[in-house]
């Protein structure tokens, strides 16, 4: 039972380098998402996308692109890395459980900008 | 906007101890609430959540939480804490059942255990 994978789990990239970050889930949800996590900032929404062939901006969009390639995969893109990137990504989806819907997430994956 | 507050960043216990986790919101509406838990290294992992109905909810790994509407509040709770309890502890508020994007956690309460 896979869940949520993410990948890579760890990168350090130099400033102005770009690289994505991949996520698959095997839920059949229809709903994915990108957050960022910061020490004593919680997680914070980066990108969602509510189905397939749809992406719409969250909190902290600038700096990221997102493409969801199809119903299964969520990736998410620095053009240009900057130290202010460095950070924490998860990516998660979410189903309907028992009348929520309930956000399942990946293990994480720590990227370092210099 | 919705608004989540964790008032306490670190929290310390000893094993065997009671446990509070204090978790404010601000929502007009009913909100849909959750405590999440993230052990090092690791993702989010959902402990329980509220939506409707009894106001005392039980979750995983003897854990609870109860709603108070009166205080906007959604306190987590367990009665005997494990060394395995150490982790981070989020909460979270969304609107209505499809809250999609409107999701939003509080900063976190880094929870630490002492034998």
């Known amino acids: 039972n896979a869940g949520v994978t993410q990948t890579p789990k760890f990168q350090v990239l130099k400033t102005g380098q770009s690289m994505t970050l991949q996520c698959a889930q095997d839920m059949n949800h229809n709903s994915m998402y990108w957050y960022r996590q910061d020490p004593g900032m919680g997680l914070r929404l980066i990108y969602y996308?509510?189905?397939?062939?749809?992406?719409d901006k969250g909190e902290v969009p600038n700096g990221y692109n997102v493409s969801r390639l199809n119903k299964r995969e969520f990736s998410l893109r620095l053009e240009s890395a900057a130290p202010s990137q460095t950070s924490v990504y998860f990516c998660a989806s979410s189903g309907f459980s028992a009348g929520a819907n309930v956000l399942t997430f990946g293990a994480g994956s720590r990227l370092t900008v210099l | 906007a919705q608004s989540v507050t964790q008032p306490d960043i670190h929290i310390t216990v000893s094993e065997g101890a009671s446990l509070e986790l204090r978790c404010n919101y601000s929502y007009g509406a009913t909100p849909y609430l959750f405590w999440y838990v993230q052990s090092p290294g690791q993702g989010l992992q959902l402990l329980l959540k509220y939506f409707s109905g009894d106001t005392l909810v039980q979750g995983i790994k003897g854990f609870e939480a109860e709603f108070k509407r009166s205080q906007s509040s959604f306190n987590l709770r367990k009665p005997s804490v494990h060394w395995s309890d150490a982790a981070e502890y989020f909460c979270a508020v969304g609107e209505g059942p499809e809250y999609g994007n409107k999701l939003v956690f509080g900063a976190g309460t880094i929870l630490r255990v002492k034998s």
């Open positions: 996308s509510a189905s397939e062939g749809t992406t």
